[in-house]
């Protein structure tokens, strides 16, 4: 939006010097002293035209043709850079823009009609969320409202497996507890393979509570009872964290599924009609070397159990068969060699897996007094997802795992998170939100009424801060767009501080109410307007509200 009328003065210039199909590049420069805007298009053309590219940026300049009343100067730069100054008559033009965008102002229809899947969280029914399925949560439904705030239409999806070991352990832990609460304090707990916590002991209590002793002789149908139990509560834990985070899910895909609908039997039965199975000492192995991967793998095991790449493969032929025009999986760092097994895998079996984007998280690290610290209750218990939130809020917690970029090491600053003031960034984008708010109450209780876009005096705007501010604003829907094509949330929580900095610079620059006329009270009231409609926009893209006090 800030560069649309420039990109259409370049391309007339290029149009005259017979490069009609060159379409020029327009960026911010890297100092503000450089000016308003830059282009390199003189160095694009330089091999093509073979001339230097200051000499071509000369022409082009000469070609241009522009209002000076709005530009006030085009100035060549270095090897042939090309820079504009602008006025502000042209920041003007761009908030007249702005305003015609409305409340959703940043959102666009680039992507509608089109449907995109968003896959996350998919931890097992085995416990609550732990601290650190926090990052994947944020990022994941992060991404899924950035498609959405691009056109696209978002299924959020969660998969699972309640079958196999792990539910068997999980049956068995129950067991124990169920039967030393009975007063069997010497039955045995697998310390090894047991899942531990406070949690078991409620479900125990929980089936003491519906059951009494009926289930005391150990039976296949007790063990059964336990983990059909255990898979509720825990389930039903895992729900209510996210309800809290404001997170929910269209599909939940249970993997135990796969087997019983045959999709892993057809899933094997393709791949060895492609030649890419054999068996190798009792076990199944997949040759992924004649699919240019380093290593062979096992998909079933010489104890007829499969491997975790198989199931992953047959629940991505659905995924790909369903249409989407975009899946998304968001996964740990650890998933990285796998997810490339599965992609080969699935595009052997003739699947377009270019319309699958993964975004690998690296692990979270969390820091107290400068130095790494191990989250844990006092009683020795499993710490939760549900205690971070208890302590921190779901806004910082969701803030702080996105605010860095995914493929980086998160350090997670609970002293920083714990802070009530604007030092913390949650608070700092919070508290220029609610500052926004604020003064229109001020205004209401004045008879101050923002106007329509119609009736303002745009040309009121002078004030180099208010110009700044027109320039971060009209810079949104293009960040929307980047982070939503790069799955990339922090690029939306780094522009929304940019956006906070240049509204509190304005608004120490620039009196609002006590304007010296109401021309410009109204005219910088619409300016306050649209900042908080981008702090708005921009934070319920991350998940985190937008309180009108502090």
Not at 90 to 119: C, H, M, W
Not at 347 to 357: E, N
Not at 396 to 409: D, G, K, L, N, P
Not at 524 to 538: E, I, Y
Request: net charge negative.
């Amino acid at each position: 939006m800030l560069f649309d009328s420039i990109r259409t003065i370049v391309r007339n210039a290029l149009e005259r010097l017979g490069l009609a199909d060159v379409e020029p590049t327009i960026e911010l420069p890297r100092h503000e002293s450089h000016g308003d805007a830059a282009t390199t298009v003189a160095l694009q053309v330089a091999r093509r035209l073979g001339k230097p590219p200051r000499t071509i940026a000369e022409e082009i300049v000469a070609r241009m043709d522009y209002d000076p009343s709005r530009i006030a100067a085009v100035e060549i730069a270095g090897p042939g850079f090309i820079n504009f100054r602008f006025r502000p008559r042209y920041f003007a033009d761009v908030f007249e823009r702005i305003l015609d965008r409305g409340e959703r102002f940043g959102f666009s229809d680039r992507y509608a009609g089109k449907r995109a899947n968003v896959e996350y969280v998919s931890a097992n029914p085995t416990g609550p969320l732990h601290p650190g399925h926090g990052r994947n949560v944020a990022l994941g439904d992060s991404i899924a409202r950035l498609l959405e705030a691009v056109g696209y239409r978002v299924t959020r999806e969660y998969y699972f497996n309640n079958a196999g070991r792990q539910m068997q352990n999980l049956a068995r832990s129950i067991y124990a507890r169920y039967r030393q609460l009975l007063g069997d304090t010497d039955y045995p707990f697998d310390e090894e393979n047991g899942y531990k916590g406070e949690y078991i002991f409620d479900i125990a209590r929980e089936l003491i509570a519906e059951y009494g002793d009926r289930l005391r002789q150990e039976s296949d149908e007790a063990l059964a009872i336990c983990r059909t139990k255990g898979e509720q509560w825990c389930f039903a834990s895992i729900r209510r964290t996210l309800e809290r985070l404001g997170v929910h899910h269209d599909v939940f895909f249970n993997e135990h599924s796969l087997y019983t609908d045959g999709h892993i039997e057809r899933t094997i039965a393709a791949l060895r009609e492609r030649g890419l199975v054999y068996e190798k000492d009792g076990a199944t192995w997949i040759a992924t070397t004649k699919l240019g991967l380093e290593q062979d793998r096992v998909i079933v095991k010489s104890t007829g159990e499969p491997t975790y790449r198989l199931p992953d493969m047959a629940y991505h032929c659905i995924k790909l068969s369903r249409g989407d025009d975009l899946i998304v999986d968001v996964f740990g760092a650890d998933h990285i060699a796998t997810i490339q097994e599965v992609l080969a895998a699935v595009g052997a079996l003739g699947y377009d897996t270019s319309r699958v984007k993964v975004v690998l998280h690296q692990m979270v690290t969390f820091m107290k007094d400068g130095a790494p610290y191990k989250l844990s209750k006092r009683s020795g218990e499993q710490y939760t997802l549900d205690d971070l939130i208890d302590e921190l809020g779901p806004d910082v917690v969701r803030y702080f795992f996105v605010m860095r970029a995914a493929e980086t090491q998160l350090v997670f600053d609970l002293d920083l998170a714990r802070q009530q003031s604007e030092t913390n960034p949650v608070f700092y984008l919070q508290y220029a939100h609610a500052r926004i708010c604020s003064v229109f109450a001020n205004a209401r209780q004045l008879g101050i009424e923002l106007l329509s876009r119609d009736a303002l005096a745009l040309d009121r705007i002078e004030h180099p801060a208010e110009c700044a501010l027109i320039r971060t604003l009209a810079q949104f829907p293009d960040v929307v767009e980047r982070a939503a094509d790069q799955l990339a949330p922090y690029i939306v929580a780094d522009y929304l501080h940019t956006a906070a900095e240049a509204f509190h610079t304005f608004y120490h620059e620039c009196r609002i109410l006590g304007a010296q006329s109401d021309d410009l009270v109204r005219v910088r009231l619409a300016l306050a307007d649209a900042t908080r409609t981008v702090l708005r926009n921009g934070l319920s893209v991350l998940g985190v509200s937008a309180p009108e006090r502090m």
